[in-house]
């Protein structure tokens, strides 16, 4: 694959959108985020940011390459809430751009092997 990256977020409600754009441009702003992007770019991956549902408790997020058939063929999904990042239990933990970009990291890796 070559050619122009496409991030989409499934819309998921107005404050879930704004949230995972939020993280989106605060990864943009560190060197290690836009060269993520730039790579997804280069790859040509098509990425898709969606709510899980149903949520998971503990909290999880994960990364899934689709099928090489079908409608959704070559497509990345990640499965991210940023309402649940850092956790109630430990909100000293890891913040949603943190979650996002390793999801994100994890997409490179599958759109390189596709």
Same mark, same amino acid.
């Given at each position: 694959?070559?050619?122009?990256?496409?991030?989409?977020?499934?819309?998921?409600?107005?404050?879930?959108?704004?949230?995972?754009?939020?993280?989106?441009?605060?990864?943009?702003?560190?060197?290690?985020?836009?060269?993520?992007?730039?790579? #997804?770019?280069? #790859?040509?991956? #098509?990425?898709?940011?969606?709510?899980?549902?149903?949520?998971?408790?503990?909290?999880?997020? =994960?990364?899934?390459?689709?099928?090489?058939?079908?409608?959704?063929?070559?497509?990345?999904?990640?499965?991210?809430?940023?309402?649940? =990042?850092?956790?109630?239990?430990?909100?000293?933990?890891?913040?949603?751009?943190?979650?996002?970009?390793?999801?994100?990291?994890?997409?490179?890796?599958?759109?390189?092997?596709?």
């Amino acid at each position: 694959m070559s050619g122009k990256a496409r991030l989409r977020i499934k819309p998921a409600g107005a404050r879930f959108a704004d949230a995972v754009l939020a993280d989106l441009l605060a990864i943009r702003r560190m060197s290690e985020g836009r060269m993520v992007f730039r790579k #997804l770019r280069d #790859l040509g991956a #098509l990425v898709t940011i969606e709510r899980p549902d149903p949520s998971s408790e503990p909290p999880n997020a =994960w990364t899934q390459a689709l099928g090489p058939e079908g409608q959704h063929a070559g497509e990345i999904r990640i499965f991210y809430d940023p309402a649940c =990042w850092p956790h109630p239990v430990d909100p000293a933990g890891l913040g949603g751009a943190e979650i996002l970009f390793g999801r994100l990291k994890d997409a490179v890796i599958m759109a390189a092997e596709m």
